[in-house]
């Protein structure tokens, strides 16, 4: 029986070369795992911002219902406010004036409103031009972070969708 005798100097080539190849598919996978968690994150971002986005139409819409309502004042929200009042009046089932009906769509709004992280709202108008409302939705880019959003600075990690109407 002939044995292949292996040269000093090529003794221990094979291990690096595995050593090499395990480091080259240990970057991969790193790098491959920081792409997921970027899509998965951005995934995340996307489905807050339409939901936001179908929020603000919601808001635009129940505002238009109740023009007396709106133009009486009774959704002006100047500050950001993070909640609101609970109450129990369902103007779905009963007859409700224009102000118990707008009670009634910013407590109904703000429970769907809940989901997204931190979340604020407010709702303006100038009095020069009162058929124009800012109606600004904040939540937390990083729900995470916990917190409420106060302010639409993105320094903050803070999103925010702004929507000028006229009604």
């Known amino acids: 029986m002939k044995y292949h005798v292996i040269p000093r100097s090529n003794r221990g080539v094979s291990l690096i070369e595995v050593l090499i190849a395990m480091v080259v598919v240990s970057l ?68 409700c004036t224009p102000a118990q009906l707008a009670e009634f769509d910013l407590r109904t709004w703000w429970t769907r409103a809940s989901v997204l992280p931190g979340a604020a709202f407010q709702i303006t108008r100038e009095a020069a031009r009162p058929n124009e409302l800012q109606f600004i939705i904040a939540w937390k880019a990083d729900h995470k972070s916990g917190g409420t959003a106060t302010t639409c600075d993105a320094t903050d990690g803070n999103q925010c969708l702004i929507l000028v109407r006229v009604i």
Not at 37 to 54: C, E, G, L
Not at 57 to 82: F, K, Q, W
């Open 28 to 95: 991969a996978l790193v790098g491959h795992l920081t792409l997921q968690s970027r899509t998965i994150s951005n995934q995340q971002a996307a489905v807050f911002q339409s939901t936001a986005n179908s929020l603000a139409i919601d808001m635009v819409e129940r505002l238009s219902a109740n023009r007396e309502g709106m133009t009486a004042g009774n959704y002006d929200i100047p500050t950001m406010t993070s909640g609101y009042a609970s109450g129990s009046l369902d103007c779905t089932a009963n007859a």
